[in-house]
């Protein structure tokens, strides 16, 4: 099974997350960081009122999904380092849950409504500071679609080797 290219620097440009937006990245993180626990509950909650998404995560202290998310938002994107591993790390653990029948509107569910909430967050941080309110959002946003860009791929590509091993399997039976 062949793996899946982090092509890190061609996602970092097609997002344009340059080192403004990092810099942006690292300015909201303090801010994200009071509000980021219930951020991460809240968003499982709302997954977890779908059919099924519950039983997906039923092998697993829902503590320890909680501790992994928030470790991930507050050192893997808000550190806005965005390395080759990190990148790696993100398509492992989404083909992982892909394989195990999360379906991807769930990620776009969890992800929309982190944003929401940071947003919501960086608003009453800056009140009457209309330039750092428009920075932040653009940073948050460009980062959340670079983490869905990613679950995309990792689904895509995983479904496809899944078809490949069964399409090779069915034609050895005709052989």
């Not at 099974?1 to 990245?25: H, S, Y």
């Not at 909650?45 to 909680?66: L, N, T």
């Not at 991930?72 to 390395?83: K, N, P, Q, R």
């Not at 608003?123 to 670079?146: C, G, P, Q, W």
Request: aromatic residues 10%; proline residues 2%.
């Amino acid at each position: 099974m062949r793996e899946l290219n982090p092509d890190r620097q061609n996602r970092l440009d097609a997002l344009k997350i340059d080192n403004r937006t990092r810099e942006i990245l690292r300015e909201c993180k303090p801010i994200i960081e009071e509000m980021i626990d219930r951020a991460i509950r809240d968003s499982f909650d709302k997954i977890f009122s779908f059919p099924g998404v519950r039983d997906v995560y039923s092998g697993m202290k829902i503590e320890d999904a909680y501790k992994s998310q928030k470790k991930h938002w507050l050192e893997d994107i808000l550190s806005a380092t965005f390395s080759e591993q990190q990148i790696k790390n993100c398509i492992d653990l989404f083909t992982a849950r892909q394989k195990q029948g999360v379906l991807l509107r769930y990620y776009f569910c969890f992800y929309t409504n982190m944003l929401c909430l940071m947003i919501e967050a960086i608003n009453a941080h800056y009140k009457r500071k209309r330039e750092k309110i428009y920075e932040s959002v653009d940073a948050l946003t460009r980062v959340v679609m670079f983490e869905i860009e990613i679950a995309s791929a990792a689904y895509m590509h995983s479904a496809q080797e899944q078809v490949s091993i069964v399409m090779n399997s069915t034609a050895d039976q005709f052989e």
